[in-house]
Every structure is written in structure tokens, then in C-alpha cells.
């Protein structure tokens, strides 16, 4: 209760931020997009991870704000970063499962693309396993209606969750995100290997892009290398990055 009612403080306060990550293309080793993370800039204690307030602010619906928030300060940064001369980039949005259930997230994400003139090609969504499988023909739905407007649909988190493989096939997406927890070990468990290389494997067949989360060792990026996973994230290139950070690394990159 002590923390919905400061989270609820910190949104009135505008506390809350967005941290960026960059997504490396491997086989061209350039940023190709961004990963808006989620921060609370306390007061008092500083920078905070959403793994300590996520589940309650998606319990009381404060998530569904905050989250908005969150979309607008990402639509706005890229556009911004359009605007400063920088090549376009994707940037990347997680939505929880209280905002996908929203029954105007369609409008809302419309209304805040129209508002930060950024073009919906260059927004990316993404969305866990978990929440995608949960209802299926509602998750087909959406994603229809996000897609017709060109915005990019990632799975998140993809092999933690439980996915009927006959229901993958349906979803209308565009990318796999390999859960880290399946790339820590990548060269060192034969079974999380063979989980990495099946997953690249699906998500090829089914031309969906795939993107390696967690990378931090050389090891573990000639190993995605050697199995043509497309697109890296992780410690290894940048840890997600505040504002003026993320804004002195492109520019210095481009
Ligand atoms: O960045 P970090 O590893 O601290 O994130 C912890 C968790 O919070 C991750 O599971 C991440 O997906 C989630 N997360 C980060 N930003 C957002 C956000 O804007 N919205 C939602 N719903 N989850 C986020
Ligand atoms: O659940 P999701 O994939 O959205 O979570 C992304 C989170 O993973 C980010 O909050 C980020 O802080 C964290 N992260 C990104 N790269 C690495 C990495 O190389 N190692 C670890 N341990 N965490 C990472
Ligand atoms: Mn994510
Ligand atoms: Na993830």
C-alpha cells in the first residue's frame, strides 16, 4: 500500500523515465533500434528497476499511465532524434498485459503517434509470450489492428512462457526476443544451446526476425554469429542508457 501510494505520488511528480538500450544488427554491427526501458528517478533513492514496482503498479492499474508515459517519452525521443539528423531508428515499447487489455490502446497509441509526429513504422511493441498466448484470438486481434498501422510486433521473453507452437504460427508478429536467461549459458549448457539454435531456427521458418537479449561475452556473440541470429542486445555493447547518454552514443556512432 506504502508503495502503490508513492508510485501514485511519483507519476503526479513526473518521476518516472526511460532508459535506452541499443539493438545491434550482427551481421552489419550498427544500431538498428532501441529499447525503451522503464526508470523511477526517486527522490531519495535514486534510479529505480520496474523488477521492484511492476507488479504492483500492474496489479492497481498504475501501469496503464505509466506506461503511456512511457510510450510518449519514447515516440517523442525518436522523433527528436529524426529531427537532430540521426538515421532513422526503431524504438522498442514494452506493453504489460493490464495496457494490452486496454480497450482503447489502439486509439491511445494513435493518439500519442500523432501527437509526437513519429511515424508509426518506427515504433515497436513489445509484448510478453505469456500475455500473447493468454487469449489468443484477442491477442490476433490487436496485433492485426497494431500492424495494419505499421507498427513492428516483438514476442518478449520468448521460451520462458508456455507457447503452443500452433498458435505462434497464427500470431501476426515480426520478431522473437530470446529470453537472456537462455543466452547466459549459450556456451557452456548444450540444452540452452539447443533451445537458442531451435529457436532461431523457428523463428526463421516462420520469417519472423529474431533478436538475442542478455548478451554480455564475445563468446556468446560469435556463438549467435555462427547461428545467424539477427539482432543483439545486451551488456557486451551498451547497458540501457539515460537520455543524454543514449543521445552523445548516436551521435558520436552516426
Ligand atoms: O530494465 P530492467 O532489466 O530493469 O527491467 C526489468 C523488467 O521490467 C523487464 O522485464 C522489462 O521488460 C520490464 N520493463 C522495462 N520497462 C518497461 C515498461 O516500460 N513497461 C513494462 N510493462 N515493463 C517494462
Ligand atoms: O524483459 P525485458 O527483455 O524487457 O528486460 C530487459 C531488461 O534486461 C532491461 O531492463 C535491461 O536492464 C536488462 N538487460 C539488458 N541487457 C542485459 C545484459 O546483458 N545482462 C543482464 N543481466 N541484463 C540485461
Ligand atoms: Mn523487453
Ligand atoms: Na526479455
Partial sequence: LELEHSLRRGLE?????VHYQPQIDIP?????????LLRWDHPQKGIISPAYFISIAEETGLIVPIGEQVLRYACLQNKEWQLSGLPPMRVAVNLSPRQFQQQNLVQVITDILQETGMEPHY???EITESLAMHDVEFTIKTLNELRKMGITIAIDDFG???????????????ILKIDRYFIRDVTKDPGNEAIVDAIILLAHNLKL???????ETEEQLNYLRSKNCDLVQGYYFYKPLPVVGITNLLLNTF
Fill in 28 to 36: 552489419n554491427n550498427s544500431i538498428v533500434g532501441i529499447e525503451a
Fill in 13 to 17: 511528480k513526473n518521476e518516472f523515465t
Fill in 123 to 125: 515504433l515497436e511493441l
Fill in 160 to 174: 520462458t512462457g508456455y507457447s503452443s507452437l500452433s498458435y505462434l504460427k497464427r500470431l501476426p508478429i515480426d
Fill in 209 to 215: 526476425q529474431v533478436i538475442a537479449e542478455g548478451v
